[in-house]
């Protein structure tokens, strides 16, 4: 979400009511936030100094001081993190304020308690507080009145990180109204200037090596190094550093490993750069399933190439399980590091996670490729949709699951939930649900794994503020995982079937992609919460894998057209990293924490170095991949 752009300093927004109108006790049970120390102490203390004073004008006076000091002081001591900025709410009525806040990210979400603002001893001697607020998203202020609970105003507001800005709450003239508005006291910095930077050095590198690539080919260069040094050792050194010209498939797997591995290192702790809350999609939601897809993808063209090499179906198979077991086991121990403690505890054993989805729909999709043998017909031969037609009865198989997933989701009972409820739970759907979160997927979840063998941190609790945990990886999102996985076998079959065609496969991709995103719009109803079923990483809702397979189709038809119609690339450096992509996915998460991918930094709370550090992390891995490559060392399972 773009940030609302702010004026020069003292602009303010403004929000005002006629009256005063009550305000439900079920949405004023919110969750209490940390706030700075108030200067509602400086009306107590000059009203027991009062006795001291000659008149009330003196005394005034003295408030007016000590809050002055106050003020001053609190703004001195403020520490402001990462995405925060901060509110100081200045109160002019003669009652006290309660202050309160809600993400507009969070659909039907329960207001969250800021604090209490002492009132104001009249025009002009308001009472203040400091508040810390997240700038992440656009957030709604609301002021009630206490003890009896009447919302007085509310401003939707973006605030910008490490700003400072008053609300101010006055009366609105002779009449009971109240008057609200929003001033910017100083303006924020703008945390998005790392990223322009570092996509300008990236893309001057880009430049500079195509430009390189394009002066090494030409001849005269060429004879000139040769005439400079040894021609057969110089010819030697100039075939070593040449590139492979690598195809649609570890292209695509490379890319998509990068940005995994960017992500998460963190991704300059920047929000899009980490998973939605809820409903909804970031970048960080579009590599998992991209990743699942191409997996897909690569068993149709690996299959193929075997069978046509002599291996037979039943050692095909026996290696797809061995292979699925050893990512599993693999995952396992990856995603529960303990490598200084001792042994694993079964107790807080984590069991599902990513290499685990991996290996579970591979082998899925692997059995169904291997079992169901297409046929050859002069009848199917002379349609245009033979790559569908062929393998019916695997269509069929993955249909079942999808309808044993519908059936599961919106019609097993829930205790103490509704049937078919979608939503986060928490401070969701106004807290009616609390632990509710994922429904019938965290249900079955807890039912065969336990608690304690699930993800403990869900990204549901950076917004909702959900309590229970919830595990993006488990067993009832795994169907639809498996669906991803056969959506990009087909489009493997497409580039088979297709494969002396290259505007047939582009034709065949991008219609696959329209499908697919028309489907998306009836299940979403182009909506981000209000759809039949809403766009959802953690739940791995249909709409979910419809909408990613649609990006991945038309992003494949643009690889393919690049890189292989045309060769405009070659696929480095990212054609590295596909050639040993499990030793990069496991080698990021084991050294994590250690240098050069990770060092202490010397302001932990900004984006620049965050960033800095997660691009040299991966960029760490694409040396060491092109290292590997270039000794012939190749992990592969």
């Known amino acids: ?40 102490h400086c009306t107590f203390i000059c009203r027991k100094l009062m006795c001291c004073w000659v008149s009330t004008d003196l005394h005034n006076a003295c408030c007016a001081f000590l809050l002055t000091l106050a003020d001053i002081h609190h703004h001195k001591h403020l520490s402001l993190k990462m995405d925060e900025a901060q509110l100081t709410v200045n109160n002019e009525l003669s009652y006290e304020v309660q202050v309160s806040w809600m993400s507009q990210r969070c659909y039907q979400c329960l207001y969250q308690q800021l604090g209490v603002v002492p009132a104001g001893l009249g025009p002009g001697q308001p009472s203040s507080v400091n508040f810390v607020v997240s700038t992440q998203h656009e957030i709604t202020v609301q002021i009630n009145s206490t003890p009896i609970e009447l919302e007085l105003c509310k401003i939707p507001f973006h605030f910008g990180e490490h700003g400072n800005y008053s609300l101010w709450v006055k009366t609105l003239n002779a009449s009971f109204g109240v008057n609200c508005s929003v001033v910017t006291d100083k303006d924020p910095v703008n945390s998005y200037i790392p990223i ?24 005269a260069v060429r004879g000139l190094v040769l005439r400079l040094g040894s021609s057969m050792e110089t010819e030697r050194l100039i075939n070593s550093v040449s590139i492979f010209k690598c195809g649609i498939f570890c292209v695509s797997v490379s890319i998509s490993l990068v940005i995994m591995v960017f992500v998460n290192y963190g991704g300059g702790r920047y929000w899009f750069f980490r998973h939605e809350s809820w409903n909804g999609l970031t970048v960080a939601d579009l590599v998992f399933p991209w990743f699942v897809f191409i997996m897909g993808t690569s ?3 690996s299959i193929n190439a075997l069978l046509r090499a002599g291996a037979t179906r039943c050692s095909l198979l026996r290696k797809a399980v061995w292979r699925s077991l050893q990512l599993f086991i693999i995952g396992v121990l990856v995603i529960n590091p303990n ?8 107790e807080n054993l984590r069991i599902p996670g990513v290499l685990q989805r991996l290996a579970w729909s591979y082998l899925v999709v692997a059995l169904v490729s291997l079992v169901f043998v297409f046929f050859k017909s002069s009848l199917f031969n002379s349609l245009c949709s033979i790559d569908f037609l062929l393998y019916w009865p695997a269509w069929l198989c993955v249909i079942l699951l999808e309808v044993l997933w519908l059936f599961l989701t919106f019609l097993l009972p829930v205790p103490d939930c509704p049937t078919g409820y979608l939503g986060p739970g928490g401070i969701g759907d106004m807290g009616l649900y609390v632990n509710c979160t994922g429904g019938a997927a965290g249900f079955i979840d807890r039912l065969l794994l336990g608690e304690k063998h699930m993800y403990q941190n869900p990204s549901s609790r950076v917004i909702y503020a959900t309590r229970i945990p919830y595990d993006p990886e488990g067993v009832l999102g795994s169907i639809n995982s498996i669906l991803m996985a056969f959506l990009g076998l087909q489009a493997g079959k497409i580039i088979l079937h297709y494969r002396e065609r290259p505007k047939s496969i582009m034709s065949r991709f991008l219609i696959w992609g329209l499908s697919l995103g028309v489907i998306s719009a009836f299940l979403t109803k182009c909506s981000t919460d209000r759809g039949f079923i809403p766009v959802n990483k953690n739940l791995w809702s249909l709409s979910y894998v419809t909408t990613l397979a649609c990006f991945a189709f038309v992003l494949l038809m643009l690889v393919y057209y690049i890189v292989d119609v045309n060769k405009w690339w070659s696929g480095a450096p990212f054609y590295y990293p596909g050639m040993n992509s499990i030793l990069v996915y496991v080698g990021h998460e084991v050294f994590e924490d250690y240098f050069p991918f990770r060092w202490r930094m010397s302001n932990s709370q900004s984006h620049a170095e965050h960033l800095i550090q997660n691009l040299v992390a991966t960029s760490c891995w ?3 991949s092109y290292l590997l490559y270039k000794k012939k060392i190749f992990w592969k399972i």
């Open 1 to 40: 979400m773009a940030k609302r752009k702010l004026k020069k300093n003292n602009t303010y927004h403004s929000s005002s009511v006629a009256s005063v109108k009550p305000k439900s006790q079920k949405e004023m049970a919110q969750t209490e936030k940390s706030t700075v120390a108030s200067s509602a």
């Open 299 to 301: 068993i149709a063209l």
């Open 196 to 219: 322009l930077v570092a996509f300008l050095i990236y893309a001057l590198l880009a430049l500079v090596f195509a430009i390189g690539k394009k002066v090494w080919g030409l001849d």
């Open 339 to 346: 490598y200084c403690q001792g042994a694993l505890a079964w």
């Open 622 to 624: 694409v040396i060491i």
